[in-house]
């Protein structure tokens, strides 16, 4: 079945400095990607999705490539803020259609 | 347009009542899913439901039962809960394949 490895957190930032969360998955056919945030409190919500290999999905500042050689989809943001400490889960969706989340990784932004 | 709807928001119950979870949605979609959420452990599929008239189990079902009640409704049901039963549920649903999951606010149980 699919899985998800994310870098463990939390991760802890000043504001406006660059954000890297890792992300690799395994998946059966031809998944589509993507990162849900999930704020203190709430349910998850979509960040940003990508369908096919070398798309890029964007939203919010954060970007993220679907690497399909290296089977990765890494989170990317240059200049994080305070309000962007949230919980952020990589998810694929493939052959099975479930959608499966890694554990999350928690990001912490300091003023 | 509400989404998924949760309820109710919080819940304590004593070891051994029994309690149901409500879901419901309004995005004509197809499949409806149950989670868990534990510190350190991510979301873990309890069951889920495919189309109308269909459940299975997901990775961890024990101690817990659903109905797929129509294309809008998935409840959830503890019939005799237990201390490791406390958590945070999620009810989330999908239209097409590889389509985006849209969840609900969540349930925070507690069982002592």
């Known amino acids: 079945g699919d899985s998800v490895t994310q870098m463990e957190g939390p991760v802890t930032l000043s504001e406006e400095a660059f954000l890297t969360i890792n992300c690799t998955y395994t998946a059966t056919g031809y998944p589509s990607l993507f990162w849900y945030v999930q704020y203190p409190g709430e349910g998850l919500q979509l960040l940003l999705k990508?369908?096919?290999?070398?798309d890029k999905g964007s939203n919010k500042g954060f970007e993220a490539t679907y690497r399909k050689e290296t089977t990765s989809f890494h989170l990317e943001k240059g200049s994080v803020q305070v309000s962007d400490s949230a919980v952020y889960f990589c998810?694929?969706?493939?052959?099975?259609?479930?959608?499966?989340f890694g554990r999350g990784t928690s990001l912490i932004v300091h003023p | 347009n509400a989404g998924v709807t949760q309820t109710p928001k919080f819940q304590v119950l004593k070891t051994g009542q029994s309690m149901t979870l409500q879901c419901a949605q309004d995005m004509n979609h197809n499949s409806m899913y149950w989670y868990r959420q534990d510190p350190g452990m991510g979301l873990r599929l309890i069951y889920y439901?495919?189309?109308?008239?269909?459940?299975d189990k997901g990775e961890v079902p024990n101690g817990y039962n659903v109905s797929r009640l129509n294309k809008r409704e998935f409840s959830l049901r503890l019939e005799s809960a237990a201390p490791s039963q406390t958590s945070v549920y999620f009810c989330?649903?999908?239209?097409?394949?590889?389509?985006?999951?849209?969840f609900g606010q969540g349930t925070r149980l507690t069982v002592v």
């Open positions: 998810a694929p969706s493939g052959g099975s259609y479930i959608p499966t």
């Open positions: 439901s495919a189309s109308e008239g269909t459940t």
């Open positions: 990508a369908t096919k290999a070398d």
């Open positions: 989330a649903s999908t239209g097409d394949l590889n389509t985006e999951a849209f």
